[in-house]
């Protein structure tokens, strides 16, 4: 069954600094996307950032980097230069092709980051 | 071009009551699929809608339905609401089922049963 790990409950980061969430998961499709998103604690999911499962090159956006490590199962998002902005909930997905899973994104439990002065 | 639209953002509901919310989403997208967020079991799917055809449906009791009209808004209703379907209830849309395609979300409609 496709699932998920963030095993990062929270995270504290420096301004300014870099930040590594980690996420792993688990799928026997051959086909497949994983995302990246933010939860303020006003709720709305905000989407950063998107690898595919062909993809030879590790998506960027802006300060963020997603390292797509294919054998590990592995996709862990890298934030730069931290911003105060930045704390949220951060949230990795998958989405599958199977018929079984159509329209349906899974989702890690997230993991909190705090941006301190 | 307008992101999702959920509508209303807050509800406060007794036990027993029905309730149902609204999602529109963006322009073009055709899939929308929506998701229950509590704390203790995080995001999990309820069901997905395409070109008003439900296509995939999540571990949910049939209280838990919806609907999608021609021009892709969808509603999801819950009767005989319960004190565990308090939850931030979040609606994203899509361009189709894609493992490619990007869900976008919307706001949310936080629901309180009491």
Known sequence: AQKITQTQPGMFVQEKEAVTLDCTYDTSDQSYGLFWYKQPSSGEMIFLIYQGSYDEQNATEGRYSLNFQKARKSANLVISASQLGDSAMYFCAMREESSTNAGKSTFGDGTTLTVKP | ?114
């Open chain 2, 1 to 114: 071009k307008a992101g999702v639209t959920q509508t209303p953002r807050y509800l406060i509901k007794t036990r027993g009551q029905q309730v149902t919310l609204s999602c529109s989403p963006i322009s073009g997208h055709r899939s929308v699929s929506w998701y229950q967020q509590t704390p203790g079991q995080g995001l999990q799917f309820l069901f997905e809608y395409f070109s008003e055809t439900q296509r995939n449906k999540g571990n949910f009791p049939g209280r838990f339905s919806g609907r999608q009209f021609s021009n892709s808004r969808s509603e999801m209703n819950v009767s005989t609401l319960e004190l565990g379907d308090s939850a931030l209830y979040l609606c994203a849309s899509s361009l189709d089922q894609l493992s490619t395609d990007t869900q976008y979300f919307g706001p949310g409609t936080r629901l309180t049963v009491l």
